[in-house]
């Protein structure tokens, strides 16, 4: 496989603080021009020096743009520095979501193997897992991912190779020890997989818990001004699955299959749609910080409305895994969900009303979202064991002023 320009975490950065890495690590300036912002290299192909031979120096040793790209790689850099500072992972970045989660299922998964997931995973994952890796061959078991006994029952000595985590979960913003997780995986020889999209590496990082891989929907806050769809995985170099064959000569390794994986599958993000997520990236930190504050101040509202039966939101002492975020959260997350009293009609009824926030699927932008999970993203889930409750409502809270989005929730609760 073609290596591009790639270092393994540059330790000129690796003491630096978030926000300095996720503005400077991938970011050199341009080596033709000195252009203080990665060029988007809209280009398919590069010229070669003579038969099999990839031009040497700063910035080139690329083939096909499929098999590497000076733009993809700056965000590559930039998420593995993100994930795991000390330069012990490697990003990979893909055209959504979705395309980074099946990059790895097929990376590390055979027909035969087995997985556990969460009992309120995302609808999409539950959808690449229960109808396009299901009937490939791979099972899987939905376990509330809050309980670590109900996870270790879900289990299947010898068959179970990936623990799927979602932390907090969406819609009902539960919170996994994943720690504690890692701990039980690895106990039964599988593997922990985070989907790190809610949380972002600024307020958690997985990594240094334990977990073996991340995956994003950079879609969401990474990309954060809901103008491109995208994924990432950042996988641990320390990552092996022992149980795979040596097929095409790569060995055990979890880097050395995704990277693979991700040429021969072929969904990787483009260069203009890599351009944007790292943009985002750059002012990550900023923007999660006013997510939090925002969310803060509606949960704060909708505890003391009368129509509010209950408010889900990991900062609350009564909440699944408060103590879990407590520990591994620097804070609690722009997402905000919360059941009406007067069930569904009313329920739909507040994303009918509001003004500021508008009614759409997605969240982590810089505009305020509300939806309705039941009928809208986990539509899907329906009659399933992650089925949610119907008077729910899932706001994201955007950037802004909160005052206005209190105003807004109030007038549409009524
Ligand atoms: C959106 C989302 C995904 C899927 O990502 P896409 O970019 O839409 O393919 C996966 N996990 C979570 C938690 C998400 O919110």
Redesign the pocket.
């Known amino acids: 496989m073609n290596e591009p320009n790639r270092k393994p975490g540059d330790p000129r950065w690796s003491t630096a603080g978030f926000s300095t890495r996720a503005i400077h690590v991938g970011s050199e300036p341009d080596p033709a021009t000195g252009a203080v912002v990665t060029p988007i290299y809209q280009t398919s192909t590069y010229a070669q020096d003579g038969v099999g031979g990839l031009r040497q120096g700063l910035g080139v040793g690329y083939e096909y743009s499929r098999s590497g790209n000076p733009t993809r790689t700056a965000l590559e850099e930039c998420l593995a520095a993100l994930e795991a500072p000390d330069g012990s992972a490697r990003g990979f970045a893909f055209a959504?979501?979705?395309a980074a989660e099946d990059a790895v299922l097929r990376s590390l998964l055979r027909p035969g193997d087995h997985m556990v997931i969460p009992d309120d995973a995302?609808g999409?994952?539950y959808r690449l897992v229960a109808r396009v890796a299901q009937p490939w061959g791979v099972g899987h078991t939905p376990a509330s991912l809050v309980d670590i006994d109900a996870v270790r029952a879900a289990i299947r000595p010898g068959q179970t190779r990936l623990v799927w985590v979602?932390t907090p979960t969406?819609p009902l913003l539960s919170v996994a020890d994943i720690a504690g997780l890692a701990e039980v995986a690895h106990a039964a020889g599988a593997l922990l997989v985070v989907?790190n999209?809610?949380a972002t590496p600024y307020l958690q990082q997985p990594l240094s818990l334990g977990a073996d891989i991340v995956v994003h929907?950079t879609?969401?806050y990474a990309g954060g001004h809901s103008d491109v769809?995208?994924?990432a995985a950042v996988v641990s170099h320390s990552a092996f699955a022992p149980w795979m064959d040596g097929i095409a000569d790569l060995g055990e390794s979890a880097v050395e299959r995704v990277g693979f994986n991700q040429n021969s599958m072929g969904a990787v993000s483009g260069p203009f749609d890599s351009w944007l997520v790292q943009r985002g990236l750059k002012t990550l930190a900023v923007r999660m910080e006013r997510h939090c504050d925002n969310a803060e101040k509606i949960v704060e509202m909708l505890r003391q409305h009368p129509k509010v039966s209950r408010v889900l939101y990991p900062s609350l002492d009564d909440h699944p895994g408060h103590k879990a975020a407590v520990e591994q959260m620097r804070r609690f997350g722009g997402m905000v969900s919360f059941q009406v009293a007067g069930g569904k009609e009313a329920a739909l009824e507040v994303c009918r009303r509001t003004q500021v926030f508008t009614l759409a699927e997605s969240?982590g932008g810089v505009e305020s979202l509300i939806e309705h999970p039941g009928q809208m993203t986990h539509a899907s889930v329906a009659g399933s064991a992650l089925e949610v409750p119907d008077d729910l409502v899932r706001i994201s809270a955007g950037l802004e002023d909160a005052s206005d989005l209190v105003a807004d929730l109030e007038q549409a609760l009524g």
């Open positions: 959504s979501g979705l995302y999409g994952t979602e969406n989907d999209t809610f929907s879609t969401k769809v995208g994924g969240l």
